[in-house]
């Protein structure tokens, strides 16, 4: 996109941006001034119904009070009668006839008498079997009544309220019996306090309210959230009822006495707290505002707001369109004059108009022409440089390539990667590690090779260390060092396949080297040697530790501890051409490798006889056998685990049958 073409757009943007959001404050300011001026209408005459629904809840409350009284009076006047009658020896059958006849004659509509197990067995209402409970969650109502059977209580007064059975509202009132422990209950209908209610004069007042069409419900709860007055309530015109997000701020409301605002797209219900002549919270009213006034003025700030952007849009982008053809100009210029520069056929004429300029673009043209020819000299000077210091970087280069070839040759494969490759660090530090350790050593070397020629000594030497490292590194194994004729490696750090793991590794390349070991005698025979090369081979595992020791200028990576040593006995004490294992090792590796325990060792620097095991070969293998025969003029080696036999066989015969023809 062309920088006129954003300059443009960014003034457009930023225009009507700020004006958006100029109108967007001033629509929502108005609004909210309008929503606090309803709350504020709300909240006055939800605080004047509460006033009034205290003064109505007062009179049906005292009405109530002096009903319970009569109805306590009654309870106990039953007590004295059933002690009476059955101290008398009425029947259950007789007294229930008298009970139902009381009902009958009398304001109360329901009796029950029970037993000192909370059975009902005297009542008024035939043909129910009802035992009270103690439990609120098997008779939410009835149980508390339960505590006149304990003796908790002598007096049980429940407030009148809808019973769960039929919705009905009903008062209970419970004494406790006087020959025994026993519930004795009286209930009678609720209807007189409804109809009470309904004529202290508060649904006149909300209809009044409702009439003029500023307020769209009106609400009164009790303490139970049963509406008292309202909108479809004792005959006052029904509207829709309250809602869920109504609902719930009342019932905070009646708990905290905090006046409570739910604000809706169509309503602003307000929920103010009723209270007492005593201060208490009795209840709560909620006053429901229509919100189509709110809404209308909105739409005109926003019908306004929307005008005005379109207005001021216009003009910014008018505006935009000159101040960009006047300020891209130079500009242009100078993005030509940057690619020629890059292209390096820039000229200073290409920027002479833009540089006769007063103001800062044409500052920048002048300052531009003047660095485009120090930086014309500064490239050309910088690509000698570079050019002589990638020759520079490529001789070191093959200089470091050339020493880190040779230093490989010093360190072991495992130690020089983890070296090179940031693992280890070049410093004296040092572990503790599990480790499977392997030492060998040509038996009577000295003996063996003392009539051979030093060249050719170093030559076979040479040739044999270089067969065990190759099948060292091939399983694996970290070489520590060559000590003459002797070879230290071992299994477990830097890299590691488990302890398991690296036992048997070791244990394979063990057998791989006596091995190869017998098909070397035949080179080594021939090159002088008059004694067969025995190799002594001695395996252990355990602990060492392992790591860098030595000085910060001159360290060696190796391996100390005791369990060193061990292999070190192992190896003495190992026969020549066999391999000596310790009983950890065993213990790893028994799975896999034949192996005989040998006499136990004594061995100097250990308290207790160590345990030994030769080496036989590999479980489930077919086992090597070397079939040599040496006569003057003939050498014969066969390795037959492998030689392909029939291939032996057949070679055998065409050198017999050579043979007998010369």
């Given at each position: 996109?062309?920088?006129?073409?954003?300059l443009?757009?960014?003034v457009?943007?930023l225009?009507?941006?700020?004006?958006?959001v100029t109108?967007?404050?001033?629509?929502?300011?108005?609004?909210?001034?309008i929503i606090?001026?309803?709350?504020?209408?709300?909240?006055?005459?939800?605080r004047?119904l509460?006033?009034?629904a205290?003064?109505?809840?007062?009179?049906p409350?005292?009405v109530?009070?002096?009903?319970a009284?009569?109805?306590?009076?009654q309870?106990?006047?039953?007590?004295?009668?059933?002690?009476?009658a059955?101290?008398?020896?009425?029947?259950?059958?007789?007294?229930?006839?008298?009970l139902?006849?009381?009902?009958?004659?009398t304001?109360?509509?329901?009796?029950?008498?029970?037993?000192d197990k909370?059975?009902?067995?005297?009542?008024?209402?035939?043909?129910?079997?009802?035992?009270?409970?103690?439990?609120?969650q098997?008779?939410?109502q009835?149980?508390?009544?339960?505590?006149l059977?304990t003796?908790k209580?002598k007096v049980?007064?429940?407030?009148?309220?809808?019973?769960?059975?039929?919705?009905?509202h009903?008062k209970?009132?419970?004494?406790?019996g006087?020959?025994?422990?026993r519930?004795?209950?009286?209930?009678r209908?609720?209807?007189?306090?409804?109809?009470?209610?309904?004529k202290?004069?508060?649904?006149r007042?909300?209809e009044n309210l409702l009439?003029d069409?500023?307020?769209d419900?009106?609400?009164?709860?009790?303490r139970?959230?049963?509406?008292?007055?309202g909108?479809?309530v004792?005959?006052v015109?029904r509207?829709?009822?309250?809602?869920?997000?109504e609902l719930?701020?009342?019932?905070?409301?009646?708990?905290?006495g905090q006046t409570?605002?739910?604000?809706?797209?169509?309503?602003?219900s307000?929920?103010a707290?009723?209270h007492n002549?005593?201060?208490?919270?009795?209840?709560?009213?909620l006053?429901r505002?229509?919100?189509?006034r709110v809404?209308?003025?909105?739409?005109?700030q926003a019908e306004?707001?929307?005008?005005?952007?379109?207005?001021i849009a216009?003009?910014g982008?008018?505006?935009?369109?000159?101040?960009?053809?006047?300020q891209?100009?130079?500009?242009?210029?100078?993005?030509?004059a940057?690619?020629?520069?890059?292209?390096?056929?820039f000229?200073?004429?290409?920027?002479?108009?833009a540089?006769?300029?007063?103001d800062?673009?044409g500052?920048?043209?002048?300052v531009?022409?003047?660095?485009?020819?120090q930086?014309?000299?500064?490239?050309?000077?910088?690509?000698s440089m570079?050019?002589?210091?990638?020759a520079?970087?490529e001789?070191?280069?093959?200089?470091?390539?050339?020493?880190?070839a040779?230093?490989?040759?010093?360190?072991?494969?495992?130690?020089?990667s983890s070296i090179f490759?940031?693992h280890?660090?070049a410093?004296?530090?040092s572990?503790?590690?599990?480790?499977?350790?392997?030492?060998?050593?040509?038996a009577?070397f000295?003996a063996?090779?003392?009539?051979l020629e030093?060249?050719?000594?170093t030559?076979?030497?040479?040739r044999y260390?270089a067969?065990?490292?190759?099948i060292?590194l091939?399983?694996?194994?970290t070489i520590?060092?060559y000590?003459?004729?002797?070879?230290?490696?071992?299994?477990?750090?830097?890299q590691s396949?488990?302890?398991?793991?690296?036992?048997?590794?070791?244990?394979?390349?063990?057998?791989?080297?006596?091995t190869k070991l017998k098909?070397?005698?035949?080179?080594?025979?021939?090159?002088?040697?008059?004694?067969?090369?025995?190799v002594?081979?001695?395996?252990?595992?355990g602990?060492?530790t392992?790591g860098?020791?030595?000085?910060p200028d001159?360290?060696?990576?190796?391996?100390?501890?005791?369990?060193v040593?061990l292999?070190s006995?192992?190896e003495?004490?190992c026969?020549?051409?066999?391999?000596l294992?310790?009983?950890?090792?065993?213990s790893?590796?028994?799975?896999?490798?034949?192996a005989?325990?040998?006499?136990a060792l004594?061995?100097k620097?250990f308290?207790?006889?160590?345990?030994a095991?030769?080496v036989?070969?590999l479980?489930?293998?077919?086992?090597?056998?070397i079939?040599?025969?040496?006569?003057?003029?003939?050498?014969l080696?066969?390795?037959?685990a492998?030689?392909?036999r029939?291939?032996?066989?057949e070679?055998?015969?065409?050198v017999?049958a050579?043979l007998?023809?010369?």
């Amino acid at each position: 996109m062309k920088f006129t073409t954003r300059l443009i757009l960014l003034v457009t943007v930023l225009t009507v941006g700020a004006t958006l959001v100029t109108a967007a404050l001033l629509t929502w300011t108005t609004r909210r001034a309008i929503i606090t001026e309803a709350e504020a209408s709300g909240e006055m005459v939800a605080r004047l119904l509460a006033r009034s629904a205290s003064l109505a809840s007062s009179i049906p409350a005292e009405v109530e009070s002096m009903i319970a009284d009569e109805m306590v009076a009654q309870g106990n006047i039953l007590a004295h009668f059933v002690e009476a009658a059955e101290r008398a020896g009425l029947a259950p059958d007789a007294i229930n006839r008298r009970l139902r006849s009381i009902t009958d004659a009398t304001v109360l509509d329901e009796i029950w008498i029970t037993d000192d197990k909370g059975h009902a067995y005297l009542h008024s209402m035939p043909g129910i079997d009802f035992t009270f409970s103690s439990s609120p969650q098997v008779q939410p109502q009835a149980y508390a009544f339960y505590d006149l059977l304990t003796g908790k209580r002598k007096v049980v007064d429940q407030e009148a309220r809808k019973r769960d059975i039929d919705n009905q509202h009903f008062k209970y009132v419970g004494v406790g019996g006087i020959d025994k422990p026993r519930i004795i209950q009286v209930g009678r209908s609720a209807k007189l306090l409804e109809m009470l209610t309904a004529k202290v004069g508060l649904p006149r007042a909300v209809e009044n309210l409702l009439a003029d069409g500023d307020i769209d419900a009106v609400w009164v709860f009790d303490r139970k959230l049963d509406a008292i007055v309202g909108p479809g309530v004792y005959g006052v015109e029904r509207h829709d009822g309250p809602n869920k997000q109504e609902l719930g701020p009342v019932g905070l409301v009646i708990a905290d006495g905090q006046t409570r605002h739910v604000e809706s797209r169509e309503n602003l219900s307000v929920i103010a707290p009723v209270h007492n002549d005593k201060k208490e919270i009795v209840g709560a009213a909620l006053v429901r505002l229509p919100m189509n006034r709110v809404w209308a003025t909105v739409q005109s700030q926003a019908e306004i707001a929307a005008a005005t952007a379109s207005a001021i849009a216009l003009l910014g982008i008018l505006l935009s369109i000159g101040v960009a053809r006047h300020q891209s100009a130079p500009l242009r210029q100078i993005t030509r004059a940057a690619s020629a520069l890059e292209s390096q056929t820039f000229e200073p004429a290409m920027l002479a108009a833009a540089a006769d300029r007063g103001d800062e673009l044409g500052q920048l043209a002048r300052v531009f022409t003047g660095m485009a020819g120090q930086v014309a000299a500064r490239e050309e000077h910088l690509d000698s440089m570079v050019r002589q210091r990638t020759a520079e970087l490529e001789a070191r280069t093959r200089s470091l390539e050339g020493l880190s070839a040779a230093l490989s040759k010093y360190l072991s494969p495992q130690v020089y990667s983890s070296i090179f490759s940031g693992h280890q660090v070049a410093e004296i530090a040092s572990k503790r590690k599990k480790l499977t350790i392997f030492l060998s050593d040509i038996a009577d070397f000295t003996a063996t090779t003392d009539k051979l020629e030093s060249e050719d000594l170093t030559a076979m030497l040479n040739r044999y260390l270089a067969e065990m490292a190759q099948i060292a590194l091939k399983h694996g194994a970290t070489i520590d060092k060559y000590v003459g004729d002797a070879v230290l490696a071992f299994f477990g750090d830097p890299q590691s396949r488990g302890v398991k793991e690296d036992a048997v590794a070791c244990v394979m390349m063990a057998i791989e080297m006596q091995t190869k070991l017998k098909q070397l005698e035949t080179e080594w025979t021939a090159a002088g040697a008059q004694r067969p090369f025995r190799v002594r081979i001695g395996i252990n595992t355990g602990y060492c530790t392992v790591g860098n020791f030595g000085s910060p200028d001159r360290m060696d990576y190796t391996i100390i501890g005791g369990e060193v040593n061990l292999t070190s006995r192992l190896e003495q004490a190992c026969e020549p051409g066999s391999i000596l294992i310790s009983h950890v090792t065993w213990s790893l590796v028994n799975d896999v490798i034949d192996a005989e325990e040998r006499p136990a060792l004594t061995v100097k620097g250990f308290g207790e006889s160590v345990r030994a095991y030769a080496v036989r070969g590999l479980k489930a293998a077919t086992p090597a056998e070397i079939i040599r025969k040496e006569l003057p003029g003939m050498q014969l080696f066969i390795d037959t685990a492998a030689a392909d036999r029939t291939e032996v066989r057949e070679t055998l015969a065409k050198v017999v049958a050579e043979l007998d023809e010369a």
